[in-house]
């Protein structure tokens, strides 16, 4: 059991910068697959930053791809997402995800339904 908790959500003007970080509490936090969606109103939950367990292997969706930066800290059992150049769509609800994976593997997943473990999700507002 995974128990996922994000923070660093809020308003920032265009152009600005935020970085989320997603808490997790349960064992072996480098054993799963960490990532980041978004859901923005009226529309379907989609992906947006992948790690790996292994901390190395990422993939962005085009839409963040060179703005957005994910991260993980074994250690410390979380996984970040740093957002530069943010833009007005942007905005929604972002939310952090887990899945098994197996020790320090390669594997990352870009699906919803390919994750078991969610957070509750923190607001990020982008104002034009």
């Known amino acids: 059991q995974v128990q996922l908790v994000e923070s660093g959500g809020g308003l920032v003007q265009a152009g600005g910068s935020l970085r989320l970080s997603c808490a997790a509490s349960g064992r072996a936090f480098s054993t799963y697959a960490m990532g980041w969606f978004r859901q923005a109103p009226g529309k379907e939950r989609e992906f947006v930053a992948a790690?790996?367990?292994?901390?190395?292997?990422?993939y962005y969706a085009d839409s963040v791809k060179g703005r957005f930066t994910i991260s993980r800290d074994n250690a410390k059992n979380t996984v970040s997402l740093q957002m530069n150049s943010l833009k007005p769509e942007d905005t929604a609800v972002f939310y952090c995800?887990?899945?098994?994976?197996?020790?320090?593997?390669?594997?990352?997943?870009?699906?919803?339904?390919?994750?078991?473990?969610w957070g509750q999700g923190t607001q990020v507002t982008v104002s034009s």
């Open positions: 790690v790996a367990a292994n901390g190395r292997t990422t």
């Open positions: 995800a887990a899945r098994a994976s197996g020790f320090y593997t390669a594997y990352y997943y870009t699906r919803p339904d390919d994750y078991t473990y």
